[in-house]
């Protein structure tokens, strides 16, 4: 059974920089063609995709947000970790993390999610 | 930038048959942008339910299709049940990965 689940702090000012965790189990991101990726929703909005590392430690990020984005794994933890630096309040969204399965290609493929949780931006 | 377009809104009877829809502003949509397509309901993470254009999940009902249509990746529900209502996002492959702007489908 996948799981994963995404923690981190719930409110952060802005100009800060953003840390989550995801943590999950049933997997392994050291198995040929796994990745984990992010994935944000502002309240009421659409999904935005974020960035994805995948197995062989590739990384792939958001173009827009790629300056600002830093994704990285621990595999003997089970964890992904994704920095956001200089917050805005218009980053304030319910932040996603995804598995990334084997079975599909490109960097397309979400096939379980975490429950999200919501960073808001706020001084 | 790339932008993925889907209808705001759609209606469907109970039991009735809808497609939903995925454009490119690059172009026509191929088997090359693996389309993905998931279902998300209000308070809940999204769940997918179309991979790599045409293939479901093991969890995906039988009514849920995906395929190509007219330069789009296209979802389709055939027979309606009052628990498809939710929005869907589709998302396109670009070498990078964009979201649609999410179709909000109503069973009425």
């Known amino acids: 059974q996948i799981t994963l689940k995404e923690s981190g702090p719930t409110l952060v000012k802005p100009t800060q920089t953003l840390t989550l965790t995801c943590t999950f189990s049933?997997?392994?991101?050291?198995?040929?063609?796994?990745?984990v990726g992010w994935i944000r929703q502002p309240p009421g909005k659409a999904l935005e995709w974020l960035a994805l590392?995948?197995?062989?430690?590739?990384?792939l990020y958001s173009p827009s947000l790629k300056s600002r984005l830093t994704i990285t794994k621990d595999t003997s933890k089970n964890q992904v970790v994704l920095s956001m630096t200089n917050m805005d309040p218009v980053d304030t969204a319910t932040y996603y993390c995804?598995?990334?399965?084997?079975?599909?290609?490109?960097?397309?493929?979400?096939?379980?999610w975490g429950q999200g949780t919501l960073v808001t931006v706020s001084s | 930038q790339t932008v993925v377009t889907q209808e705001p809104s759609l209606t469907v009877s109970p039991g009735g048959t809808v497609t939903l829809t995925c454009a490119s502003s690059t172009g026509a949509v191929t088997s090359t942008y693996y389309a993905n397509w998931f279902q998300q309901k209000p308070g809940q993470a999204p769940r997918a339910l179309i991979y790599s254009t045409y293939n479901k999940h093991s969890w995906t009902p039988a009514r849920f299709s995906g395929s190509l249509l007219g330069g789009k990746a296209a979802l389709t529900l055939s027979g309606a049940q009052p628990e498809d209502e939710a929005e869907y996002y589709c998302l396109l492959y670009y070498g990078t990965v964009v979201f649609g702007g999410g179709t909000k489908l109503t069973v009425l």
């Open positions: 995804g598995h990334k399965a084997p079975y599909c290609s490109g960097a397309s493929c979400y096939s379980y």
């Open positions: 590392i995948y197995w062989d430690d590739d990384k």
């Open positions: 049933g997997f392994s991101l050291s198995s040929s063609g796994v990745g």
